[in-house]
């Protein structure tokens, strides 16, 4: 087999946001960098399962669109066969936040082939945060919120709702910390 090479990456990676849309694109912009995780998932049973992971936010696309890459675990504590973590199972997607002038808002698309994850969402400034809202795979409404939104942290909430919005159910919660330079 030949050695292939590619410039996907060089195409790909944006140094910043695009000029025409800078404004809009500052409310995920803030978020771009490395970040330590802590995360707990919450069974139906109320049991709470906790786990370490990392995220990493960066322009793409000629910084008309965001791209993140989401861990569970850390890459470090990664073993071949290892079990997955109750409830979020382990996380190695990626999600696509593209602002849409059209809709005023970002459309959001998380894939994770780690575990078989795909969902679309839109996403909105609410107050001093940031909610997406879409449907699982079962029509269940979703919501994944970025709240305590700071220069060094933020917490991320994923929440579903089995009867049309009336109750929200916590399912996992993540607390990010900007992640110490290299």
Known sequence: MSNLT???AAVLHASGPASDRADKLSLYGRLIGDW???ILAHSPDGARHHATGEIHF???????AIQDVWMIPRRGDRLPGMRPMPVAGNWYGTTLRIYDPTIDAWRIYWIDPATNSFYTQIGRARGRDIVQEGRTDSGALSRWS???????SFLWLGESSADGGATWRRVVEVKARRAPST
């Open 6 to 8: 590619s410039n996907l």
């Open 36 to 38: 330590d995780s802590d």
């Open 58 to 64: 960066g322009w793409v696309l000629e910084g008309r």
């Open 146 to 152: 970025f709240t305590e939104i700071t220069a060094d």
